[in-house]
């Protein structure tokens, strides 16, 4: 086809935040596709904290990138050549395409979606975070109506969706976030019920105002003291639902466990991990409630777009590290 | 009556490990019981590790014992005096006695239990220490056939007991215990399958080689450095009870949390706190069939009996947090 492909590939394992020797930028030509085979050009590239992890060597759940490898990225494109029987030329997908321009792909775990909706939609409530949002709170979490959800990263990809379901499901919510300006996002735009802002806030005693009844669910996405200050404040029988521990993924001393872990003990409650892709055959069911919330005008959307083509990866991947990002954060790649 | 009852009365909030500052030992008459009421002459007290807990201010699963308070503690007597219709003089009892010689009571929480059994089982296999093994493991373990359990503070009165129960339900058990004696009566006495020493060994080393599969079912007694090395090797939908932290009640600086923690989301794994009194309505269930195999042989109790009267209360109480005893410490009151 002529056409030339940009990636990064994985070039070193990073130790705290990831610099640019960690990286490795490359140019090759697009392959034409085999038999079975498609090409699809990334229009939108999703960046996770999860990332982070991924680039860690040792046990996880799921497989480190190697190094040499194009570094792991979800996105949504256009298929521009195929010789796959389920998808045409001109079709949109979205799947694990990785960190560049054109994704040689066999159709594995690519999955057709409609661009009626915007594509960044994908990658946002309809994407791995919606997933992780509805099954996180949903089959870990169980809310019932009435009681006290607190989510952190609220402003985030995950949280924000969290909230929104848990209003949905008629309880109070209370999030955490790193700011005014996201707090403020976090009520009036998601409708939560409260938002401590962990950076000018004592959490701890924040949630003892705004939480007064103690803590029935906790979605954690971010561990360190934040974690600890809401598990002082749990409820008799809460769940906490561990997602993600964005504040430890770039330590480079030991993690900070949670101090206040006996109070699982005192409060008869429980602390469980979620991965989002043990729920992965029943996706479609959760797609289908997510967009009638959306239709409906009950779960809100909002994604942050970096217009910087592949280029920018590794930059605005730190955005996510530093809480610049307000909720989903996007590459865009191409235009069109 | 004329006689006099001595006790020890909490006089001050200790600081790391209680020292003899913290108690008060008082000598007073015994009164008559009123109307409803019962004196019991107390034979055997039981000490637990959960005992520090009740020593400290703030919230907890049962209210902290006052200053000026006698010590909390279980215990079993027999009945002196009585002017409840459901004890009757000679009866033997066991229940919330505390640290004293007698005890005047309302019969609340007592219960009558037989005396073809030697005494100290009632607060052994037969009292709390199997009440929490029994529910702790099959209530929130919930242990199949064939998966790997592992228990810390084998050698103790909890873990002795979940260790059997375990094999009694055909799984693979490995203990954790401080030195090799305990290991070797673990091992040898109680039927597990393996035992490490953590006093000599690295305990993350030792269960890759005796729980190759992974852990799919820790009981901890102890928290800390121990809890940290199950953690890192938890078996996928592994379950974690958490019924004590050992290690960690007499920390004067803050209590070391399990920096592992992150384990619970690679292996989608949970970590449960639980309270035995929970479970009160349940322990008749219990006590029938922990009995039914301590009488097939298949279950074994060991009390670590110090024949010291009360006054020996404050340093026996520390052999707990020293690791000195060997199965359920319990402190002989009176020979009749």
Known sequence: MGRTNHQYRLAARPVGLPTPADWEYVAEPVAEPGDGELVVKVRYLSLDPAMRGWMNEGKSYIRPVGIGEVMRAGGVGQVIASR??????????????????????????????????????????????????????????????????VVSGAAGAVGSVVGQIAKIKGCRVVGIAGGEQKCRLVTERFGFDACIDYKSQDVRTALRETAPDGVDVYFDNVGGEVLDAALARLARGARVVICGAISQYNATDQVRGPANYMSLLINRASMTGMVVFDYADRYPEATTELAEWMSAGKLRSLEDIVDGGVRAFPDTLLRLFKGENTGKLVLKVADE
């Open 84 to 149: 796959n029987p389920r998808f045409a030329v001109g079709d949109y997908v979205s799947g694990t395409l990785n960190v560049q321009e054109y994704c040689l792909s066999d159709g594995t775990g690519l999955t057709t979606v409609d661009p009626a909706l915007p594509l960044p939609v994908y990658l946002s409530v309809l994407g791995m975070p919606g997933m992780t949002a509805y099954f996180g709170l949903l089959d870990i979490g169980r809310p019932e109506p009435g009681q006290t959800v």
